[in-house]
């Protein structure tokens, strides 16, 4: 087994590196609010394509995907196929529409976009808000349990310092420089992420003797290991497979991705970007899958008992040396931190800008809100279930149903009023929690299908009635 002295310091080496970058963004910032939330705008495609992809993919990643293909085989391919398609869709038809229309209506945040130029712009803003604190919020408690998770295997530690470790970085980063120091950091956590996934890829093909070994040794295991077709779908592939393809569209309705967008410096980078996150992304799912199905060969007492979401730390732990097991837990803590510290910033600008919009022009106030949600969201992460996959599933399918179908409404300048707007928010996250936690029907079809369709078919249903106050034009 690797050293506990060796691996602690070279996770605390590779931690202090990425503290340090955020720590240096703070060298270009401008003390103004608008620079704390979007950076001014000045992002270029590359910090703005490795920042979305490593605040995408986060603990899901390293954890959720991981031990996902530990259980069920390589048919979980589908869900990372189904979800690229769909992201890449989203940002091609919609992210550089938001750049644009974001920047000509001075829109900071996602609620201030979804309640620009309308009547009764307070209550979208307010109830937007509080629909971001309360799911983003829970988001991000799930990614400090994913990196305490990890620690906890490696050091024995208790989850709950771990958790308030994680959290304190957190506030470190946003501190640090606001956006920019979250988007610089992100962008040195993804390379990492990247590094630390194909090297323990490769290390656990050696190990099991090959690529056709591991296959032999999966079908040996369990058949359905080897299986490209999913089991138990009672509505057969396709609504599966495109239920997974709207989950990756829903992208549309996470505020901390979306902010990247609106930060980079000009919307024709946009599809430059996309390219580079495409391709990176890709390379660390099926990484992931691969790392998921090695452990199931080379570890296969976590399906009796133990929590096959620990796969990749324990293989790391039993196949690297004790360097290199430093910086795969460096890699899995810098995911969650990633994605944790953009959605504790995206809750700060909605509680700040939009619920409390007296405290939008201090830039001491807004940074006392960052510290309010942090802790908000401890509070959740301390209490909340551990579970990092049904954590972030869950929390993904309420933005993505209550956000996602106005904003493409918004973007797009299509009329909507106040009450069809609030009643699509309500709807949709309503028929995304009913789809799962009363049909319990998500491993049929992901809840985020029919939540934005419910959403989308209020609007629909209010614009072929075409009366007020159901409807009005864009002022």
């Known amino acids: 087994m690797a050293s506990q002295l060796s691996i602690a310091v070279t996770f605390i080496a590779f931690l202090a590196l990425i503290i340090f970058v955020g720590i240096y963004s703070a060298t270009h910032k401008q003390n103004t609010t608008a620079d704390y939330l979007l950076a001014s705008r000045g992002v270029n495609p590359w910090l703005t394509a490795l920042s979305a992809m490593s605040t995408g993919q986060s603990g899901l990643l390293f954890l959720g995907q991981v031990g996902f293909a530990y259980k069920i085989g390589i048919s979980s391919i589908w869900l990372v196929i189904g979800w ?3 992201d890449y869709i989203a940002w091609w038809f919609f992210f550089k529409r938001l750049r644009q229309i974001s ?12 309640a620009h130029n309308t009547s009764g712009a307070r209550w979208i803003s307010i109830v937007s808000g509080v629909i971001i604190i309360a799911f983003l919020g829970s988001y991000a408690a799930s990614q400090l349990v994913a990196g305490s998770k990890a620690l906890n295997v490696v050091f024995g530690w208790d989850y709950y310092l771990g958790i308030v470790l994680g959290t304190i970085i957190v506030i470190i980063y946003c501190f640090s420089g606001g956006v920019r120091a979250e988007i610089w950091t992100d962008a040195a956590q993804g390379i990492i992420m990247i590094g630390s996934l194909l090297l ?25 290991l080897v299986s490209l077709s999913p089991t138990n779908l009672p509505l057969g592939f396709i609504p599966f497979l495109f239920g997974w393809i709207v989950a990756g569209f829903g992208v549309v309705g996470q505020p901390h991705i979306l902010t990247r967008a609106m930060a980079i410096d000009s919307p024709d980078n946009v599809n430059q970007a996309l390219y580079i996150k495409t391709i990176c992304g890709l390379v660390n799912s099926f990484s992931a899958i691969g790392v998921g199905l090695a452990a199931r060969v080379l570890l296969p007492g976590l399906m009796d008992g133990g929590d096959p979401e620990l796969a990749l730390p324990y293989l790391a732990q039993e196949l690297l040396p004790s360097i290199f097991v430093g910086l795969m837990l460096a890699g899995v803590f810098a995911a969650t931190m990633s994605t944790a510290d953009s959605q504790i910033l ?3 600008a909605a509680l700040t800008q939009d619920i409390f919009p007296n405290f939008a022009n201090s830039y001491k ?10 802790m908000i969201v401890l509070s959740i992460a301390l209490a909340g279930d551990d579970n990092v996959f049904l954590l972030v599933t869950f929390s993904w399918s309420a933005l993505a149903s209550g956000l996602g179908p106005l904003l493409i409404l ?27 936690l009363v049909f319990k029907w998500s491993s049929v079809v992901y809840e985020v299908l029919p939540g934005m369709a419910a959403s989308t078919l209020v609007y629909l249903v209010a614009r072929l009635m075409n009366a007020n106050p159901f409807l009005e034009r864009k002022r």
């Open 346 to 348: 995206c809750c700060s």
């Open 200 to 224: 323990l890829l490769t290390v656990a093909i050696t190990n099991g003797g090959g690529v056709a070994q591991l296959w032999t040794k999966l079908a040996a295991i369990d058949p359905k």
């Open 103 to 114: 920047e000509e209506t001075s829109s900071d945040t996602v609620s201030a976009l979804l």
């Open 410 to 436: 918004r973007v797009w300048q299509l009329p909507v009023s106040t009450f069809v707007a609030l009643l699509m928010m309500a709807v949709g996250i309503t028929a995304a929690m009913i789809w799962s």
């Open 365 to 374: 106030l807004v940074k006392l809100g960052t510290l309010t949600v942090a």
């Open 84 to 86: 690229a398609i769909g």
